[in-house]
């Protein structure tokens, strides 16, 4: 029996891959001669250069850029097997998780650190960049990742302003000037976890470097060839922290789903938290969904307690499967 395990991170919780292993064994102790394909997902947010790395057989590039507050932060990026591509997460410099709960101010963080990884991938001769905006700590649309790159923005004064997100209001004129020219030979690929781009189709985010913007989770499955996996599957298993009404807009979970589908392979979805409208899931794909949580318990606590409910909910979900082979009509 082949079961394939494809969740997503649980945010501030547990990885993807800590995910798939949970995942794996509490399916194990009951189900110890399946065999187990592990392929941690992301859909543009944390754990995106994580799945694309491991996918490509790639590595690893670290360096200190600006954190979303101005703070010093130690940040991220991934090149693909080939060295061709950079994959970055905004959120390994501009991330929420960043930023301690009670400084968390929106008005005032930057995306100027994102800006700061892609010039660095530039410095490096990358012209493909794969731009994961999911888990951002910022509402400056860009501003700051833009400065990083070049591009100054003035007050109806002339005054050069500090990107942040409560200057954005502030923006009477953009210069264009110092923007960096490699921009202009280069292919950046957005990867959106949710399929609502700021202020529309002419918004920010769908006019922002002349970028395609992609659901993100279409990006990462081309990449770990999901489709190859599910073939011949009896299960899939997938999830993410929360299942909602909005995981149907783009998250990884449904693209999952969509593809388990088109196999004809029933879908699981384990979720920490299942809220409101989680039924609309089951319209594309997800067959079933359980929470991993056994108790309502302050939020620190379950955070810190992921990966043993995971665990424990996997093993419950392969008892029930298990029983219901028993079960005579």
């Known amino acids: 029996m082949k079961i394939v395990i494809a969740p997503d991170s649980f945010k501030e919780s547990l990885s993807a891959e800590k995910c798939c292993q949970a995942i794996k064994a509490g399916f194990s102790t009951i189900f110890p001669d399946a065999h187990y394909i592990c392929l941690p997902i992301a859909d543009g947010g944390e754990g995106t250069v994580e799945a694309m790395v491991a996918a490509t057989d790639g590595n690893i590039v670290k360096l200190e850029v600006c954190g979303p507050m101005g703070e010093k ?26 930023v301690a709960p009670e400084k968390r101010n929106p008005l005032l963080a930057s ?11 530039l410095d490096n001769g990358i012209r493909h960049i794969i731009l994961g905006i999911g888990g951002s700590a910022t509402v400056d649309g860009g501003m700051g990742m833009a400065q990083a790159l070049g591009v100054r923005f003035l007050d109806a004064d002339g ?29 950046i690929e957005v990867a959106c976890d949710v399929d609502n781009p700021l202020v529309g189709a002419r918004g920010a985010a769908a006019v922002f470097l002349n970028a395609d913007i992609k659901p993100g989770i279409e990006i990462v499955l081309r990449a770990v060839n999901l489709e190859q996996a599910v073939q011949g599957a009896a299960l899939v298993i997938t999830g993410e922290g929360r ?45 079933a969904v359980f929470s991993i949580l056994p108790r309502l318990a302050p939020l620190a606590e379950v955070l810190a307690s992921g990966e043993t409910n995971l665990f424990n909910s996997a093993r419950n979900i392969a008892c029930a499967i298990k029983i219901g082979q028993g079960i005579k009509n």
């Open 73 to 98: 932060v130690n940040a991220f990026y991934g090149l693909t097997g080939d060295g061709k591509t950079a994959v970055i997460e905004m959120a390994a410099a501009s991330g929420l998780m960043l």
């Open 111 to 121: 995306s100027f650190g994102t800006g700061e990884l892609i010039r660095h991938a």
């Open 159 to 187: 005054q050069v302003l500090v990107a942040n997100g409560g200057n954005l209001v502030r923006v009477a004129s953009i210069e264009m000037d110092e923007c960096d020219p490699r921009l202009a030979n280069s292919r």
């Open 243 to 287: 299942i909602d009404s909005q995981t149907a807009g783009g998250k990884a979970p449904l693209g999952v789903a969509s593809v388990a589908k088109q196999f004809n392979v029933p879908v699981i979805g384990i979720a920490g938290v299942l809220g409101d409208g989680v039924e609309v899931v089951h319209q594309y794909g997800i067959d």
